[in-house]
């Protein structure tokens, strides 16, 4: 199975920044689909970004204009640029990638989560 690893994480003042890295060891997954994901307890995971194999890029509004999704030039990591965080943001964060090109599939693979924290 591909095993998805988030780093990156952490705690930070409001108005911050956090650079969130995912990489899958062992498998280049730059041809496929790739997102980040967000959680808090009792609430239902939330779309925070995406990117597919052209570099095509959707965004949640609730981090539009603050977060930045891209990818290295190896095809290996997947990354979150968070600036600008809010206690809002705060929320265990994965990355997840679909087998194909284009982000119109399922989300098959994840990460264990990486926990950000921002304090006001």
């Known amino acids: 199975q591909v095993q998805l690893v988030e780093s990156g994480g952490g705690s930070v003042q409001a108005g911050g920044s956090l650079r969130l890295s995912c990489g899958a060891p062992?498998?280049?997954?730059?041809?496929?689909?790739m997102g980040w994901f967000r959680q808090v307890p009792g609430k239902e995971r939330e779309g925070v970004a995406t990117?597919?194999?052209?570099?095509?890029?959707t965004y949640a509004d609730s981090v539009k204009g603050r977060f930045t999704i891209s990818k290295d030039n190896a095809g290996n990591t997947l990354y979150l640029q968070m600036n600008n965080l809010k206690p809002e943001d705060t929320a265990m964060y994965y990355c997840?990638?679909?087998?194909?090109?284009?982000?119109?599939?399922?989300?098959?693979?994840w990460g264990q989560g990486t926990q950000v924290t921002v304090s006001s």
């Open positions: 997840a990638t679909q087998v194909g090109r284009f982000c119109s599939g399922r989300w098959s693979y």
């Open positions: 062992g498998w280049i997954y730059s041809t496929y689909c």
């Open positions: 990117i597919d194999s052209n570099g095509s890029i």
